[in-house]
């Protein structure tokens, strides 16, 4: 199957267009500043890209840099997704939702792109790739991988490592079917690698609780707009105690709190899809399931920093979202001078 290959490079731009055009390619995953504050420096990167199926595949350069995904991002580019860094040459400082990182090259980073982060990083070169998260969710459980890290040298690490440089420099010459199994096996063996060493995230102990919260979050996601959403509807729709339903939702800040943060999610989503550009705000928040504008718009610049009306705004610029890679593959054409055949 003949993949092709999207290169992109500030080489090709002009020195006082640099930090800008890095900023606009690095921006689905993190707005990116430069650490040197000497006037001549300069953002400097570069990216080979493929997609296939479900992932995106990579090898990026770069100088220092450093990076803050925060939850504006997160909610306009609308990935789900993990980005797999192996670190082929500079380290990663930072802090991933009060995770310390610390990356040295050989190792292998896993950051989840539903959740914040800041970090740093050194001159130095990535094997990169976006995997959707049902796969690994599928086969990992509810374990927090969130800047995670396979250290270098260790048996699996290495193993590894050796399958994804063998998946990169064989991407875009395989079979379709070929390239089916090579993407089942890295999933497999990046689960595997991760299982035996990523921690638990907080969830109901028991299966029965587990089983129960997700039947409860797939409703709240489904009836957001009904303004009867709450505690005293869940108990009696479920069957369940008002005591139990707390109970599974404690460590998630509680069931209303739950249900409040999704609301406006799906109300920042609404927002940032071009595609409602001409829809009134408090129709979206209505949407969401929001009848009190002043209590909604004090929500929402509390959960992302910015007012609706800026939401939308930065909405009106961008591509509709239509999901996962199909974003990235149009985002980094748009970016790259030239699309080369492998």
């Not at 995997?131 to 699996?156: C, E, N, S, T, Y």
């Not at 990169?168 to 390239?179: F, I, N, R, Y």
């Not at 921690?199 to 009904?226: C, F, M, T, W």
């Amino acid at each position: 199957m003949n993949c092709p290959e999207t290169f992109i490079s500030t080489d090709a731009i002009e020195p006082a267009l640099r930090d800008e055009y890095w900023r606009e390619v690095t921006r689905p995953f993190c707005e990116t500043s430069r650490i040197s504050a000497a006037d001549t420096a300069t953002l400097e990167g570069s990216m080979r890209l493929r997609h296939l199926g479900g992932l995106t595949l990579g090898s990026t350069t770069f100088n220092a840099q450093r990076y803050k995904r925060d939850k504006p991002t997160i909610a306009r580019s609308g990935l789900d997704h993990y980005l797999v860094h192996v670190l082929t040459a500079g380290s990663i400082h930072g802090d991933f939702d009060g995770r310390n990182l610390v990356a040295a090259p050989g190792g292998i980073c896993i950051i989840d792109l539903a959740r914040p982060y800041e970090c740093k990083v050194d001159a130095g070169e990535r094997l990169a790739m976006t995997i959707p998260r049902a796969g690994i969710d599928k086969l990992l459980g509810q374990r927090d991988v969130h800047g995670f890290v396979l250290p270098a040298g260790q048996p699996m690490t290495r193993m590894l490592v050796d399958y994804l440089c063998g998946f990169h420099a064989v991407a875009g010459q395989l079979s379709a079917s070929e390239d089916i199994a090579a993407q089942d096996a890295l999933v497999t063996l990046l689960s595997a690698g991760l299982s035996n060493a990523a921690p638990i995230q907080d969830e109901p102990k028991s299966l029965l609780g587990q089983a129960l919260r997700a039947r409860v979050l797939a409703y709240i996601d489904n009836h957001l707009s009904d303004p009867a959403l709450g505690p005293d509807l869940l108990t009696q729709r479920f069957r369940v105690s008002r005591a139990h339903l707390y109970r599974i939702f404690s460590d998630l800040g509680g069931v209303t709190h739950t249900i409040k943060t999704r609301r406006l999610d799906a109300a920042y989503a609404r927002l940032v899809d071009a595609r409602n550009s001409t829809r009134p705000v408090n129709q979206a928040a209505a949407d969401a399931g929001f009848r009190d504008m002043r209590r909604f718009r004090k929500a929402f610049l509390l959960r992302f920093g910015v007012t609706p009306e800026d939401a939308r705004e930065w909405g009106s610029a961008v591509l509709p979202p239509v999901g996962g890679n199909n974003v990235l593959s149009r985002h980094f054409a748009a970016h790259s001078p030239t699309l080369r055949a492998a």
